[in-house]
Each structure stands twice: as structure tokens, then as C-alpha cells.
């Protein structure tokens, strides 16, 4: 008998402490304040945000269907949003299957309830599983939404999800439409707040998208830390073409027009888009679905590249052009700043926060829609089609001679840095699976590098704070060493040499102390990647670990943990009220023993990642930012300390 059999045929150990009533069922909206990661992706600043983008997606909705022409968004004091509309109004009367709940109720209290299922009362929407609302109602602290339908008013509130009382008759009134307005609950997001450039961001994304509305944003004055506008019409007829235009600047392109149109509805669905080829912009494709942003693309992404190339080849076919065929998708996105919308029925995405578009008629779509329109484009200006083709040609032949010819090897890498000892190689050849640690000081090196899987992971310390490249002139840069030793080992080169697909691992981790040097010195690498390698970001290769600042240990119980407040927490829930608790602060990874900063920091699987995102809707905000922070003018930062002074605290050190 095998010892498989074995394991089947063995006498059953009797079950403990799991029966039947062991077995929740959560009802109602519980579910969704229990797991929000779930619903809305997590409890961070994004998650927040999507709570503004649910709502007012479905204002946008009733806008692109033809029932609303202005839309107001408003944040106030204490985190306090609204949003209206004059659209049609959600319904209020009684529904058919719950007759004791309004329509109102219940698309607000019950998961999968909503008007844009079948099709009849949108043709196309944002939302398709009737969960936005009702999950920004479950998160929220508090919900009041107001209706108005044929001249007749009704409000009604929420609190945590569950409705207060019933529907209230407000009488009459002479307009129409729903005004949504909510507070986060710090139950569930914490200290997280609403940021005012963000929420200004994406309305104006929204105005971009559709040109038949208007968007009047407002937010109380002293919530602004920046640039953005307390109060702002945002209307743009010109549609895409005034969005790649206040995104591209007047950097120099290719070719002196832009590549822009659209197609309306044709029962199949609408597809907008607006680009240019800009070598010095930082090469960037925003897409969009029903006006609900997809980062991660999908397949209306895959048809725009696969349009643009077979339309370039065919060109450099007929102009007999025997250098064609080099050119891939790649090339001719390489240096492209584009911008791409679609309006689809029922469109697939993975996942609720509907970041990729995976239905394959966009794809169709897409593709047929400006393959058509970008062979015009360019049979209009054949000279401009030529040097459009000859500049993706010349990108083509750079991709290959760098294929051919890498600008670093891992064993040339080791060696051309000189430094025996201090780049601690993996012994994986291939990128894929493969992470450096970057380190402050050999004392944290030799920590990491015992502590390290040898196979997968790199180690490479950096002797203390490396050069601020935010307020350094560029000769400094170049003489830099530490900065030089640390672009060498990456193999990835850096500026407008940067190579996405030469970088020698795939996962490049910053892993400093825990406490107030070890954050200047990220902050410094945070800025170093920014500005020299934003690419490294935006593909998602840059990570923060996060290190345990606190053991604790009493008898066989040891557990670390990241923070004060976190070491708080643990000593109330893990820890009985009077047990004596030893309580150790670690100074610096170096101290910890090799086997210690494995296990919380560097293992997979019982470490913590973050990985840097700067999502489209921030990009401004951040390079605003990293200037008044990093840059070259100190009055910058002071400004910014008085500001923020009210928001600092003490803390042990």
C-alpha cells in the first residue's frame, strides 16, 4: 500500500472546535465592510478615491446617456463630498420585489442592485454589477441622497450602510436630479484623507472624456495645499485633443499635426483618441472604458497598437520602404503620448476596481475604427507619414542593436564596479524572479546578504545619504560614485538611455532602516528613480520594504512590530493586560540577526512589499512635489514645514 493510500485510509481524528455554528453568514452590506480589499481594492489612499470615482461615475453615466448636462462636485471640511447632477434622478417608488423598500433603498442597501444590467436603461455605463453605490454607502460613516423626479423631492440617510428611517417626502421643487453626499469612515480608511488635486484631477478627466458636460468643481479653500483651483468650470468641446494638449505641452513633435478622431455610436459602440509622437515627454497611454480609467489597458489598448502598426507597414510597403518590416507595436509606442476612450455595452473587466479591459470586441473595435482613420491620416501628408515612419524605423534599429549588443552582462556588471564584496550578485541569469536589495552601510549589507536566497536575490549596500539629483547640477550626478555603482548594477542605464528590458532583475527593493534616516535616504533613492528612471516605475519594478522597527517576546510568543502604533496594537491584542512584555527597538537593519530580517523583511510570503504607483490622476501633483520638497529652492520646503507644522508629532527615538 502506498503512503498516499495510507494517509486516505488512516481513522479520522475527530473535529474540534469546527461545527456548523462556526459559519457566518453575512448579510446585507457586512460583507463588504468586513473585506473591502474585495470591492474597492483595499483601505489606502487609492481605495478612498475610488469611493468619489463610484459616485460620480454614476452621474457621468446619466450624462453620456443624454439626461444630465452639469454635474458639481464639492469636497468640504471633514472629508464631507458631494456630488450632483441634473439628471433623471434615481427612482423612489416602491420596487417590485421588496415592496415594503423604495428603489432608493434598495439600490443603496443590497450588493447587485441597479438599472444597468439589461441594457434598457443605459446603453452604455460605467457601472455593471450594481455594487458602486451600495459599497460607498457601507464605507461611509454617513450617506444622505437626495432625488428629484417630476418636480418632487425625497431624502434619504445612511448610516454604515443601513438606512435611518424611510424615505422622506421633501415636497416640491423646481429641478431634477440626485445629490450624493458622504463621509469615509475612519473605521475603515483610518487618517486617510480626500486630496484635493486628486479629485480635481479626475473630474477634469471626466470633462475631457465627454464633451457634452460640464463639470463645476468646488472645495473648501483651506483643504489646498497646492496649485489646484478652489473653484473651477470644466467644460472642453474639443474633447481628447484639449486633454493630449495640456498633457504633451509644446514639447517638439514628429510630425506637426496630431493624430486625433472619433467614431460615434454605430449600436457596436464609440471610440475616441488623440495622439502624437513627443521624443522629450515621457511616453504615456491613458485609456479609458465608458469614462472609468483602465492603467493596466486591456484589449481597446491592444487594438489602437495593432491598428497604428499594420497601418505604418502598409504605408512603408507602398512607399517601398524595405526596412517595414522591422517595426513592432513597441517602436512605434516608444516615444507616443496617447490618449484612447471607448463606449461599449456590457464591457468585461478583471476585477471590480476595473482596471483592465479584457472584452474582445473592444479589441475588434478599436482596431477597425482607427486603422480606417489613421490610413487617411497618413496617405493626407505623405511626407509627414515618412518621417513618421522613419523615426519608428530608427527606434526599431535601436531596440535591435541593443539586443545585440547589452550594455551589461552579470558577470561584467560585478566586475566593472570594482568593488569586491559590495554587489552581491544572484545566481539566476534570467530578470524574471530575481530582486536587489538596496541597503544603507555594510553593517546592513552583511545582515542582508547572509540573510538573502542566493539564487534570486541581489544585494547592494550604499554608503549613507546618496546625492539629492532634485537640486544637484548634472556634472554632480555624473561623478557621482554611489549613484554610478548603483545605475551599473542595474544594467538599465539611466535618463533617456534608461532600457526598460536590459534591467537585470525584475523586483528593485529599497530597504532602509525604520526611522527618520533611513526615510531621508528613500525619500533620496524615491527621487533618484523619479527622475532618472521613471520608467522603472511606471512598470512596476520599485518597492519599498518594510522592516520591523519593534520586537516583542514574552515566554515562546515573539512578534515584531513596524511602528509605534502598530507595537501598541499588538501589546493590547496579542499580550495578556499584566504579562511583562519585552519590548526591544532595533537601531538599524545591521542589528538585526540575519535570520531575523529574513523572516520579517526579505522572505516571500511572511515579508510586507509596497510598491511604488504614481496613478495617472497624480502626476502633476507629485513632479509639484518632489520640486518643493527635493528641489533646488529651500524656501519650498520651509513654506511647506509651516503648513504641515500643525500635523507633527512627537515621537521616541
Given at each position: 500500500m502506498s503512503k498516499s493510500q495510507d494517509l486516505f485510509d488512516a481513522a479520522p481524528t475527530p473535529s474540534k472546535g469546527y461545527t456548523a455554528k462556526d459559519i457566518e453568514v453575512l448579510e446585507g452590506l457586512e460583507p463588504v465592510r468586513r473585506r473591502p480589499g474585495m470591492y474597492i481594492g483595499g483601505t489606502d489612499v487609492a481605495a478612498l478615491h475610488h469611493l468619489a470615482a463610484e459616485i460620480l461615475d454614476n452621474s457621468?453615466?446619466?450624462?453620456?446617456?443624454?439626461?444630465?448636462?452639469?454635474?458639481?462636485?464639492?469636497?468640504?471640511?471633514?472629508?464631507?463630498?458631494?456630488?450632483?447632477?441634473?439628471?433623471?434622478?434615481?427612482?423612489?417608488?416602491?420596487h417590485p420585489k421588496f415592496k415594503n423598500k423604495s428603489a432608493l433603498e434598495v439600490i443603496m442597501t443590497t450588493l447587485h442592485a441597479g438599472g444597468k444590467f439589461g441594457g434598457k436603461v443605459y446603453e452604455t455605463s460605467g457601472g455593471l454589477h450594481g455594487v458602486g453605490a451600495s459599497v460607498v454607502n457601507a464605507l461611509s460613516e454617513w450617506m444622505e441622497v437626495e432625488v428629484a423626479r417630476d418636480k418632487h423631492g425625497h431624502k434619504m440617510r445612511f448610516e454604515r450602510g443601513k438606512a435611518i428611517g424611510k424615505l422622506k417626502d421633501m415636497g416640491a421643487v423646481n429641478r431634477r436630479g440626485t445629490i450624493s453626499r458622504f463621509r469615509p469612515d475612519r473605521q475603515i480608511f483610518g487618517e486617510v484623507?480626500?486630496?484635493?488635486?486628486?479629485?480635481?484631477?479626475?473630474?477634469?478627466?471626466?470633462?475631457?472624456?465627454?464633451?457634452?458636460?460640464?463639470?463645476?468643481?468646488?472645495?473648501?479653500?483651506?483643504?489646498?495645499?497646492?496649485?489646484?483651483?478652489?473653484?473651477?468650470?470644466?467644460?472642453?468641446?474639443?474633447?481628447?485633443?484639449?486633454?493630449?494638449?495640456?498633457?504633451?505641452?509644446?514639447?517638439?513633435?514628429?510630425?506637426?499635426?496630431?493624430?486625433?478622431?472619433?467614431?460615434?455610436s454605430n449600436g457596436k459602440g464609440a471610440v475616441e483618441w488623440a495622439m502624437t509622437w513627443a521624443p522629450e515627454v515621457d511616453p504615456f497611454l491613458y485609456s479609458y472604458c465608458n469614462t472609468i480609467p483602465t492603467p493596466q489597458g486591456g484589449t481597446h489598448e491592444q487594438g489602437l497598437r495593432n491598428a497604428l502598426t499594420r497601418a505604418l507597414r502598409a504605408h512603408g510597403e507602398r512607399t517601398n520602404n524595405r526596412k517595414t518590416s522591422l517595426v513592432t507595436p513597441d517602436d512605434l509606442m516608444a516615444s507616443a503620448c496617447a490618449i484612447l476612450s471607448v463606449f461599449i455595452r456590457e464591457p468585461e473587466f478583471q476585477g471590480q476596481t476595473k482596471d483592465k479591459l479584457s472584452s474582445p470586441d473592444a479589441q475588434r473595435l478599436v482596431e477597425n475604427v482607427v486603422r480606417d482613420h489613421f490610413d487617411h491620416w497618413l496617405a493626407e501628408s505623405p511626407q509627414e507619414a515618412d518621417k513618421l515612419l522613419d523615426f519608428v524605423i530608427d527606434q526599431a534599429e535601436d531596440r535591435l542593436k541593443r539586443?545585440?549588443?547589452?550594455?551589461?552582462?552579470?558577470?561584467?556588471?560585478?566586475?566593472?564596479?570594482?568593488?569586491?564584496?559590495?554587489?552581491?550578485?544572484?545566481?539566476?541569469?534570467?530578470?524574471?524572479?530575481?530582486?536587489?536589495?538596496?541597503?544603507?552601510?555594510?553593517?546592513?549589507?552583511?545582515?542582508?546578504?547572509?540573510?538573502?536566497?542566493?539564487?534570486?536575490?541581489?544585494?547592494?549596500?550604499?554608503?549613507?545619504?546618496?546625492?539629492?539629483?532634485?537640486?544637484?547640477?548634472?556634472?554632480?550626478?555624473?561623478?557621482?560614485?554611489?549613484?554610478?555603482?548603483?545605475?551599473?548594477?542595474?544594467?538599465?542605464?539611466?535618463?533617456?538611455?534608461?532600457?526598460?528590458?536590459?534591467?537585470?532583475?525584475?523586483?528593485?527593493?529599497?530597504?532602509?532602516?525604520?526611522?527618520?534616516?533611513g526615510a531621508h535616504i528613500a525619500s533620496l533613492l524615491l527621487t533618484f528613480f523619479y527622475r532618472e528612471m521613471p520608467r522603472l516605475i511606471s512598470h512596476g519594478h520599485l518597492y519599498l520594504a518594510m522592516p520591523p522597527l519593534y520586537r516583542l517576546s514574552h515566554g515562546a510568543t515573539t512578534i515584531y512590530a513596524r511602528d509605534d502604533k502598530h507595537r501598541?496594537?499588538?501589546?493590547?491584542?496579542?499580550?495578556?493586560?499584566?504579562?511583562?512584555?519585552?519590548?526591544?527597538?532595533?537601531?538599524?537593519?545591521?542589528?538585526?540577526?540575519?535570520?531575523?530580517?529574513?523572516?520579517?523583511?526579505?522572505?516571500?510570503?511572511?515579508?510586507?512589499?509596497?510598491?511604488?504607483?504614481?496613478?495617472?490622476?497624480?502626476?502633476?501633483?507629485?513632479?509639484?512635489?518632489?520640486?518643493?520638497?527635493?528641489?533646488?529652492?529651500?524656501e519650498l520646503r520651509f513654506a511647506f514645514i509651516q503648513e504641515n507644522a500643525q500635523f507633527a508629532k512627537d515621537v521616541d527615538v
Open positions: 457621468m453615466d446619466e450624462a453620456v446617456a443624454g439626461h444630465a448636462s452639469r454635474i458639481e462636485i464639492e469636497l468640504a471640511q471633514d472629508d464631507i463630498l458631494t456630488v450632483r447632477d441634473n439628471g433623471r434622478g434615481m427612482p423612489v417608488d416602491a484623507e480626500f486630496s484635493p488635486a486628486r479629485l480635481y484631477r479626475m473630474a477634469k478627466s471626466k470633462a475631457y472624456l465627454f464633451r457634452g458636460v460640464e463639470i463645476r468643481w468646488k472645495c473648501d479653500p483651506a483643504l489646498i495645499k497646492d496649485e489646484t483651483p478652489a473653484e473651477e468650470v470644466l467644460h472642453f468641446p474639443g474633447g481628447l485633443a484639449d486633454f493630449l494638449s495640456g498633457e504633451a505641452g509644446k514639447k517638439p513633435t514628429v510630425t506637426q499635426r496630431a493624430f486625433y478622431g472619433r467614431s460615434d539586443k545585440q549588443e547589452k550594455e551589461v552582462s552579470r558577470k561584467a556588471a560585478t566586475r566593472k564596479l570594482r568593488l569586491p564584496g559590495k554587489l552581491a550578485d544572484c545566481t539566476r541569469d534570467a530578470a524574471e524572479g530575481t530582486e536587489i536589495f538596496l541597503v544603507e552601510g555594510d553593517s546592513a549589507g552583511g545582515s542582508a546578504k547572509q540573510a538573502r536566497d542566493r539564487n534570486t536575490q541581489a544585494v547592494l549596500p550604499l554608503r549613507g545619504k546618496i546625492l539629492n539629483v532634485a537640486s544637484a547640477a548634472a556634472g554632480k550626478l555624473a561623478q557621482n560614485q554611489e549613484l554610478s555603482d548603483l545605475v551599473q548594477a542595474l544594467g538599465c542605464g539611466s535618463g533617456a538611455k534608461y532600457r526598460d528590458e536590459d534591467l537585470r532583475y525584475e523586483r528593485v527593493i529599497i530597504m532602509t532602516d525604520a526611522d527618520v534616516d501598541e496594537q499588538l501589546l493590547k491584542s496579542t499580550f495578556k493586560a499584566n504579562a511583562k512584555v519585552d519590548v526591544s527597538r532595533f537601531k538599524g537593519l545591521g542589528e538585526m540577526m540575519p535570520a531575523q530580517l529574513k523572516d520579517t523583511t526579505m522572505k516571500a510570503g511572511s515579508r510586507t512589499l509596497v510598491r511604488v504607483e504614481i496613478a495617472d490622476d497624480m502626476r502633476k501633483q507629485t513632479e509639484n512635489l518632489v520640486e518643493r520638497l527635493m528641489g533646488k529652492k529651500p
